[in-house]
């Protein structure tokens, strides 16, 4: 049956809003890190990725920040679209092989 | 490029059964391979990573014996479920990174639901 007492934390915005979902890793050690996008019923789907040495990185549409000193990693969508409505989690590499997963942010777009 | 299939998407079977789960990297070769786990609002429990020629890896509190995983090939790994119970119902999902793959993305199934009754 299905848990109790588990739900995301979701973010709401509305269509044409820019987003931001945060992160707190856990390892200091980690020194790379990915945001990926996970649709109902389907596998985890590669959005941006960040090596320790850098804070900043942008795609298109998208940016993510890396904040080590506080273990914060943030992902920013702009121009929020219908289409980007998923759970998004990020992901660290304590090891050079082990990726780590985060708790997961839904996202919601509203019309 | 750098897609990852695994099959079947979807199977239920009785209590008691072994299932087998296939994951393939299909325009990429891969070393190694991960299985996680994904219960329903959950994220992404790392079950064992799938070395190819060699023995998996398995995470703290996975049994070996209950998930077995095969990695015969550089584009295959399988991971069977043995004497399936409701329990084992969820969400199985595999990755693959690529040869030269020292920090460099994971690459996603797109996952097999197992319901077990």
């Known amino acids: 049956g299905e848990s109790v007492g588990l739900h995301l934390p979701t973010l709401s915005v509305q269509e044409g809003d820019n987003s931001i979902i945060n992160c707190a890793y856990s390892n200091s050690a980690s020194d790379y890190f990915i945001w990926y996008k996970q649709e109902s019923g389907k596998g985890p789907q590669f959005i941006i990725d960040?090596?320790?040495?850098?804070d900043k990185r942008q795609g298109q549409r998208v940016t993510v920040l890396l904040n080590k000193t506080v273990k914060h990693l943030s992902l920013q969508i702009a121009a929020t679209q219908p289409g980007d409505s998923a759970v998004y989690f990020c992901?660290?590499?304590?090891?050079?092989?082990?990726?780590?997963f985060g708790s997961g942010t839904r996202l919601l777009v509203r019309p | 490029g750098a897609v990852v299939s695994q099959h079947p998407s979807w199977v239920i079977c009785k209590s008691g059964t072994s299932v087998k789960i296939e994951c393939r990297s299909l325009?990429?070769?891969?070393?190694?391979m991960f299985w996680y786990r994904q219960f329903p609002k959950q994220s992404l429990m790392l079950m064992a990573t799938s070395n190819e020629g060699s023995k998996a890896t398995y995470e703290q509190g996975v049994e070996k014996d209950k998930f077995l995983i095969n990695h015969a090939s550089l584009t295959l790994s399988t991971l069977t479920v043995t004497s399936a119970h409701p329990e084992d119902s969820s969400f199985y999902i595999c990755?693959?990174?690529?040869?030269?793959?020292?920090?460099?993305?994971?690459?996603f199934g797109d996952g097999t639901r197992l319901s077990i009754l």
């Open positions: 325009d990429f070769q891969a070393t190694t």
């Open positions: 992901a660290e590499t304590p090891s050079s092989y082990k990726l780590i």
């Open positions: 960040i090596r320790s040495n850098m």
């Open positions: 990755s693959a990174r690529d040869l030269d793959g020292l920090n460099q993305p994971q690459h």
